[in-house]
Structure formats: C-alpha cells, structure tokens
C-alpha cells in the first residue's frame, strides 16, 4: 500500500534529490468539476505535489488572478463537500501528494476534526490554512496529527523570531512567502529571500518549498538554486481563464487546446527545476 | 478583564490573519501598551479630543423625543457634535497619534458610509501622515460627498471592486494593501473588529463616550441609568458607551442592529439575531455565513451598519447574556429619522436612527422615571440625499 499524509509529501519533495518540487497550485472547480478534474490529473504527471484550493467568498491572502479562480469555481456551484469529493476522483486514479488550501472560516464551519477525517478519508494529505497563524493553530494540530495529515505553515520574512517555533512545528513542508503581499505573479525576488530560505531550513526537519510570485521557469531555475521546492499559483490560475473562455465557447476542441497549453507550461516549469 | 493575553474574549477575538501581519501586530500591541500608560500620550490625546474635537460631548435631555414615546426619560449623548460629525474621530485620533508616536508616514483605513474615512483622513491632515483609504465601489457611489472630503483632506481613496463592493472588501482590500506594506505602513481599523489587538484598542480609544455619560448622568439625574441603547455595524460606537457600565449589573446594555429589510428576508444585516461562530477579518466572532462557510453579503439602508459580521467583545457580551441586540428594519430607521428630526430638531446619521428607533419603541414600555441613554453616533447630513430619494415626494 502506498503511503498517505504527511510522509508521503515530505517523501515525494525529498524524492527529487538534485530538482527542486514543483507543487502547482488551482482552486477546486476552477472553471467547473469536470474541467478541474482534468486539469488535475494533467498537473498529476508533472507534479510532486498539488494543492487543490477550496474556494472562499473572502480569499484576504490572495491576489486577483487567485481571487477570479475562486470566484469561477464558486459560480460553477463548487463547495467544500464536492471539493473533497473531487480530491477523492483524483485519488483513485494518482498517487500524486494533495494537499488542501482552505481559508479557516469553512473549517470552523466544517468543524476541525470532521473536516480532518473528511480530507484524510477523500485521501488529501495535507492541509494549509494561510489565515491560521502557529498560536491559534493547537486544536488544528492535534487533529492533523490524529489523521495523519500535514498541517503546513506559511512562514513570511516578516516571521523574524518567530521562524524557529513556525518551522519547528510544520509537518509535510515548510512554505516560505517569497515577498510582502498576496499571492500573485512577480517580476522578482527580494534579495534577502535566499538568507531566509537557509535560515527555515536549519530550523526545520522538513523540506522547505518557496511560494507567491513564482509565475516563469526562469523563476523556478533561480529558486531552484536553494529550495526544495516551488509553489506555482496565479500563473496557472491565470492560465484556467483561458480554460474557461474555451469551455463557454463550446468548442471542444479548443478545450482541449487550452488544458493542454497548461499542461505544456506545467512541464516546463518541473522541467526548470532541474 | 477582557481580552485575555490571546486576545480573547471569551470565546471570540484572536488573531486570524496571514503570518506577514503577525509580527507587525504583537509589535502593534507592545507599542499600544507602552503608550496607553505614558502620561505624555494621554495629555495629548485629552487635549486633542478636548480642543480639536469638541468633548466632552453634551448629553441632552430629550423632552420631546420622550414625550413623543410616552415612557422613560430618554437621554441623547451627542456623538453627532463632535469634529467630522461622528464619534469615529475619538478613535483616529488616537490611533492616528500612535502612529505618529511610534513613527510612521503612512496610514491606511477601510470605510463604510465614508464617516471613519473621512476622519481618518481628517488625523492624517493633522498630523502629516499620508493617507489612503479603501472603499467599497457600491459605498462610493451611495456616498459620493464622502468621497469628495477625503480627497479634499488629501486622501487617496481606492475603489474596492471585489466581491459585494462594499465594507466587508473594503476591508479585504485593507488587509491585503497591509499585508504588502506593513514595514511602513499603519493600519487605522475603524471599529472594535480584526485580529487583536484592534478590538481592544478601538474600545478603549472609544470609551470616553461611556466615561462621560456616566459622570454626566449622576450629574444630571444623581443616578446611573437603566438602559443604554447604541446602534451596531462593527459596534464601537456601542462598546464605547456600554463599556465603562459592564459591571454595573443594573445597567441594561442594548445594541441595535440592521434588520434591513426584515430579518424573516435575505436582506439585512443582523448579524446576532442570524449569524453563526466563524472567523471574519482576523477575529473569531459571529457573522453571516452559509452552511459551508461562504461570507454571505449583508445589507442595509445605512451604509454604516452594511456589514456581515460584528466586533468580538459584542459576540461574547450576547453570549454571556450582559447585553442583548435587538434588530431595526431599514423602514422604522427611516420613521425615527424623520421622527427625531421633526420632534428635537437633530437629523441624526441613519445608522443612529437605528437606536432612535429602538429607544422609542423600548420607553414606551418603561415607566416614567426609568432613564434610557441613547448613543447619538453621528449627525445625518451624509444620509440626506439618500432620505430625499426615498421620501423627498412625501414633504411638499
């Protein structure tokens, strides 16, 4: 039997040796369920790991293109319970590590632990709470851990003193916001960002991925220098935009033109990795 | 007392933000306490509410408003009097000056109806602090005016066109600008929300409305009264006056929230009466959600109120059964409007209609020598033209 939860992300970005992860990031439902599911397994080839956004009326960590994606999804009737349910279509035919990026307002919703058993029984592994900061995070840990699921942190270059105790506690990977702000495309990186990338990961026992503002291979290449991973967002949810102006035009065709353009840019950035 | 160290009350309140603010906050809280018992801070401040703004704020007898009820003596704290026309100014200017204090250039705010806005860039004129504030696309165009003093103050104001297009993306809008320049930047939250330590901070540059009124009260009547009534969005308006008598058991503590179009409808902003336990810009509170946790919009006839969730002290003060809410429809607020407006001759902000209505309606219950005091927030020149669309054709 394969492994779940948090070993099988940790195993999957430490199983690249000399590549750094590509981690893709899209909004469940983006543009409907059916389109997101092929996506999905088209990112499945190239991707160590994918998170599968649950989309969220007030998403306050993310930038416009991130914000559309949610609101596309939502427009397409997805909610939580179908989101899970379209993590678990994808289970059964990949091995690939997901891990769920939700806003904390629905798990609370939700409830902690049944939203725990809820991911863990659709076979995610994993979880990041971009609005949930280490000291409100207890009761959330300890439902990770009972369902062996990664709980994983953002750690910003605002965190200061605050890195030891952050990185210390994440499980699956640690997630180093690579500049202030949302989420979002960037030209580049903050100079400083390589320092604070070492210092996470002297601090950490898990691998350390870099994430907002990767949006090019050229950026991936550049990360890739020092970190065990890069997240890819806005610049592949910018890219279901076209998706979805193919989807309403009715063209199947062009449909499949458009999923197989981002498939083409998701392998080039796992290839930049190299 | 509330907050506890996590900045709890209760049950509700916390931290709920990105870890970017993080730092910036336990920063935010350290310099807050540090000025908060610095007698050169206070001196200050005293002096500016005092001289810049205009307190103490009278509190009025409302004879006719009282025998238009037919009930308890219904008292007005006249928040409208203050500089800027609200009691919003109590607030910036104190966070306005620890800003200044701990030296930064640059403050942000979000608005609703335009009143913290416009009192924000209004401490920002004073101090020589940059200023931008964010609003929602809907709000900008129900309160033009507002927008028009802000930039006369010299303000930046910046649409926020996401989702409803009104306070609760203001704010969104508000924290994500944060977020990218919280090095330099000092975030003015306009009520008793957000991540700690703001819903403290905010009550307690807000409680000067309740510290007044209770001297003023013995003074007048040589008793604390019975009920206190404030109107609630966010609610600082309400902590503000209720705060100073949380302890005084006696003492009845209503808020009065928007019931918009009837909170039996999909439009309205009772928060309380509909809301569920959920997180909402950076605090644990109450507001209104769907089954799965989607923000659901609010509305209201004052902007003011048009707000899906509630400060977390008041979540912990209903639950806790010290204060109760009570809702006012768009339509009753509408009737108290005119209704202050023609028996005292004060046009009240709509936002305070909401408590003018709910006090008459409560005085009329109560006997004769029961004293209610009502929190007249603001004054109503913004709501004017709004009125005059919805009733101008009644008046000839």
Known sequence: MTMRGQTAIEQAIRNCYKRTAFIPFVSAGDPNEDVSYRILLELAQFSDVIEVGIPYSDPLADGPAIQAGSLRALQAGMTLPKALRLIARVRAVSDVPLVVFTYVNPVVQYGVDALMQACADAGADGLIIPDLPFEESAETREAAVRHDLALIPLISLTSHERVQMIAASATGFAYCVSSLGVTGERASFATELRAFVDAVKRASSVPVAVGFGVSSPLHVRELAEFADGVIVGSAIVRRCEDIQNALSSGDAARLDDSIEALSQFARELSEAGR | ?396
């Open chain 2, 1 to 396: 007392m509330f907050p506890d160290e996590r900045g709890r009350f209760g049950e509700f309140g916390g931290k709920y933000v990105p870890e970017t603010l993080m730092s910036a906050l336990v920063e935010l809280e350290a310099d807050y306490r540090r000025l908060a018992s610095d007698p050169e801070f206070s001196r200050l401040l005293r002096s500016y509410l005092r001289d810049y703004s205009g307190r103490p704020t009278p509190l009025y007898f409302a004879s006719r408003l009282t025998e238009f009820a037919g009930g308890a003596k219904i008292y007005l704290k006249r928040e409208d009097l203050n500089h800027t026309g609200a009691h919003k100014i109590n607030n910036t200017l104190g966070q306005g000056l620890l800003a200044k204090m701990t030296g930064k250039q640059r403050v942000i705010a979000e608005t609703g109806a335009g009143q913290h806005g416009v009192a924000t860039a209004t401490v920002a004129a004073l101090f020589g602090l940059q200023c931008t504030v964010f609003m929602g696309e809907e709000d900008m165009e129900r309160q033009a005016l507002n927008v028009f003093r802000m930039r006369l103050l010299g303000a930046e104001v910046i649409p926020a066109r996401s989702g409803t297009k009104t306070l609760k993306d203001a704010t969104n809008e508000a924290i994500r600008h944060w977020v990218e320049h919280v090095e330099d930047t000092y975030y003015i939250i306009g009520s008793v929300v957000g991540p700690h330590p703001y819903p403290m901070m905010v009550r307690d540059f807000q409680r000067v409305i309740g510290d007044e009124t209770r001297e003023q009260i013995i003074e007048q009547e040589g008793r604390l009264p019975d009920a206190l009534v404030a109107c609630v969005g966010g609610g600082s308006n309400a902590m503000g006056l209720f705060y100073p008598f949380l302890r005084d058991g006696n003492v009845r503590l209503i808020g009065v929230e928007a019931a918009g179009e009837g909170i039996e409808t999909a439009r309205h902003a009772a928060t309380m009466a509909k809301g569920s336990r959920g997180v909402l810009h950076g605090s644990m509170t109450l507001l209104m959600q769907d089954e799965f946790g989607q923000v659901q919009p609010a509305h209201s006839i004052s902007a003011g109120l048009d707000y899906p969730g509630i400060g977390p002290e008041h979540a912990h003060l209903a639950k806790s059964g010290r204060a109760s809410y009570e809702p006012i429809t768009d339509q009753e607020a509408l009737d108290a409007f005119t209704t202050l407006t023609q028996v005292e001759g004060i046009i009240p902000a709509l936002e305070s209609a909401h408590a003018i209505a709910y006090a008459v309606k409560l005085a009329k219950t109560l006997p004769a020598d029961d004293l209610m005091v009502v929190n007249l927030s603001g004054r109503g020149d913004k709501d004017v033209h709004t009125v005059e669309r919805l009733i101008g054709g009644s008046l000839q």
